[in-house]
T-cell receptor, first 115, second 109 residues
Framework: GAGVSQSPSNKVTEKGKDVELRCDPI?????LYWYRQRLGQGLEFLIY????????KSGLPSDRFSAERTGESVSTLTIQRTQQEDSAVYLC?????????????FGPGTRLLVL | KQEVTQIPAALSVPEGENLVLNCSFT??????LQWFRQDPGKGLTSLLL?????REQTSGRLNASLDKSSGRSTLYIAASQPGDSATYLC????????FGAGTTVTVRA
């Protein structure tokens, strides 16, 4: 079956522009997660959704970052007024539920470069 | 805050040798530990998930152990192959995973 998909795969933008990153989870997965991986660093948790609600947004680095999910399916991560330090690979994952014993399945990521 | 450390950062072995990758974490109150594989330019592939009540998990040539009391997990890969070359990440948590920086493995043919 289809895995987690993300688009675009690569994005180059100019500092100050807004960008939207999209994630399509595995069909039937109610939980969706966003992580960020900056060059040479480990993955950082950003936010997760259970259904269309986001119980934990604690990892969002600033108010320039926001995310939404609709129809318990697609999610969009929006970064406003991008900065060079936002350059990273943004990874999305999904799981059946947001349970403590659930395997998270990751997409290929979106590579964002802010010039 | 949970800190996850992976040692070594890089490892190069000849084909056929067994691999031993180490992961340590600071907060033993974890719900699960997962091992992932990351290939260049690709996302993460889940290898094994060990629930907090378990001591080990096995899948084919892979075996992962978990010792919560000492805050350690070890991933063993038997009879390594060039196709095992990748970065291996361990992560602990529940819905919010804390990741180590990874061990980059090269298996020489």
């Amino acid at each position: 079956g289809a895995g987690v998909s993300q688009s675009p795969s690569n994005k180059v933008t100019e500092k100050g522009k807004d960008v939207e990153l999209r994630c399509d989870p595995i069909s039937g997965h109610t939980a969706l997660y966003w992580y960020r991986q900056r060059l040479g660093q480990g993955l950082e948790f950003l936010i997760y959704f259970q259904g269309n609600s986001a119980p934990d947004k604690s990892g969002l680095p600033s108010d320039r970052f926001s995310a939404e999910r609709t129809g318990e399916s697609v999610s969009t991560l929006t970064i406003q007024r991008t900065q060079q330090e936002d350059s990273a690979v943004y990874l999305c994952a999904s799981s059946l539920e947001a349970g403590r014993q659930e395997t998270q399945y990751f997409g290929p990521g979106t590579r964002l470069l802010v010039l | 805050k949970q800190e996850v450390t992976q040692i070594p950062a890089a490892l190069s072995v000849p084909e056929g040798e067994n691999l031993v990758l180490n992961c340590s974490f600071t907060d033993s109150a974890i719900y699960n530990l997962q091992w992932f594989r990351q290939d260049p330019g690709k996302g993460l592939t889940s290898l094994l998930l060990i629930q907090s009540s378990q001591r080990e998990q096995t899948s084919g040539r892979l075996n992962a152990s978990l010792d919560k009391s000492s805050g350690r997990s070890t991933l063993y890969i038997a009879a390594s192959q060039p196709g095992d070359s990748a970065t291996y990440l361990c992560a602990v948590g529940d819905y919010k995973l804390s990741f180590g920086a990874g061990t980059t493995v090269t298996v020489r043919a």
